[in-house]
């Protein structure tokens, strides 16, 4: 019997197995998760990856922050203030986000005399409720120089904020909800008075 008879002979069966496999292959695919993390294009001797992987190791997942910077001159105005502070607290809320950097919700050092050391206290402890409150914050923290040149830049007034993505999310789909809806909340904040986007990036 040649081959092609016998394939003829037994179509029926043939048929059963592929289609079965074919059901079979497509159900199991359906549980194969996707990567989202980019492809190694160098290989892993080379030096520009080594680098790389010294950089991850040092500060962390390379696409593990957003960085969201804008001109606003007039920061310290009340309103806009407020406004600034309720859009830091509804970006603590979304999915996926593990911490976000911003002035209000920095650090400072602060002289212990007992102890003959500096402590590290939040720069805002409470909101400010009247505008002297809010002056003698934005006295604090200009006398912080330690972020100038790294969440702000005094001289023109462009202020930053960084938002940390969970790493068990990052090389999976949610990462990419997490930055539409924190880019969404950013352009909220752009219709508000006052304000020059200049760029978010990272993730």
């Not at 292959?25 to 294009?41: C, K, L, T």
């Not at 009247?130 to 914050?137: A, D, G, N, P, R």
Request: charged share 20%.
């Amino acid at each position: 019997m040649t081959f092609g008879k016998f394939i003829l002979k037994y179509r029926v069966l043939f048929l059963v197995i592929l289609i079965g496999g074919t059901l079979w292959m497509g159900y199991f695919s359906m549980n194969v998760p996707m990567s989202y993390s980019p492809a190694r294009i160098l290989p892993s001797k080379d030096s520009t990856w080594a680098d790389y992987e010294k950089f991850k190791n040092l500060f962390g997942e390379d696409a593990g922050v957003v960085i969201m910077g804008a001109r606003i001159p007039h920061f310290f105005e009340p309103e806009f203030f407020n406004s600034f502070l309720s859009f830091c607290d509804s970006l603590e809320k979304i999915p996926g986000v593990s911490r976000m950097i911003s002035i209000p919700y920095s650090v400072g050092p602060v002289r212990n005399d007992s102890l003959q050391k500096f402590d590290v206290q939040p720069l805002m402890t409470t909101r400010p409720a009247t505008k002297e409150e809010l002056i003698e914050l934005e006295k604090k923290i200009w006398a912080t120089p330690f972020y100038d040149g790294l969440l702000w830049n005094a001289k023109d007034k462009i202020f930053l904020i960084l938002v940390q993505i969970d790493k068990n999310i990052l090389n999976k789909y949610q990462r990419m909800t997490c930055v539409k809806s924190i880019k969404k909340h950013l352009e909220e904040l752009g219709t508000l008075p006052n304000i020059t986007y200049l760029n978010g990036g990272g993730a």
